[in-house]
Nanobody, 123 residues
Framework: QVQLVESGGGLVQAGGSLKLSCAASGRTFSGVPMGWFRQAPGKEREFVAG???????HFADSVKARFTVSRDIAKNTMYLEMNSLKPEETAVYYCAAGNGPYTSRSLNSYAYWGQGTQVTVSS
């Protein structure tokens, strides 16, 4: 059974930092896309950052230079380090994984999802 479990969310002041983790189990996730998404109240879920199937990183324009994505293949864990956080980035953050050799920022392209972790940025 494939599972993705996020952790590391919490309350942080504007300008602060948080590091999220996504622990995967049930299969290895090399050779497939993995991504971080977020959903703010009343808004659609959107792509934030992630790995392409070949291991390159890509980011939404709004988070470039502030967010870093990394992973520990041995631990089957992906991380999202978020710096200079803004109140409008308050959302539930999800990790997701695809199931083939493709790259996508579309929600529909990701087969596996975690339960999400809340990030709240206070002003």
């Amino acid at each position: 059974q494939v599972q993705l479990v996020e952790s590391g969310g919490g309350l942080v002041q504007a300008g602060g930092s948080l590091k999220l983790s996504c622990a995967a189990s049930g299969r290895t996730f090399s050779g497939v896309p993995m991504g971080w998404f977020r959903q703010a109240p009343g808004k659609e879920r959107e792509f934030v950052a992630g790995f392409t199937w070949s291991g390159s990183t890509h980011f939404a324009d709004s988070v470039k230079a502030r967010f870093t994505v990394s992973r520990d293949i041995a631990k089957n864990t992906m991380y999202l380090e978020m710096n200079s956080l803004k109140p409008e980035e308050t959302a539930v953050y999800y990790c997701a994984a695809g199931n083939g050799p493709y790259t996508s920022r579309s929600l529909n392209s990701y087969a596996y999802w975690g339960q999400g972790t809340q990030v709240t940025v206070s002003s």
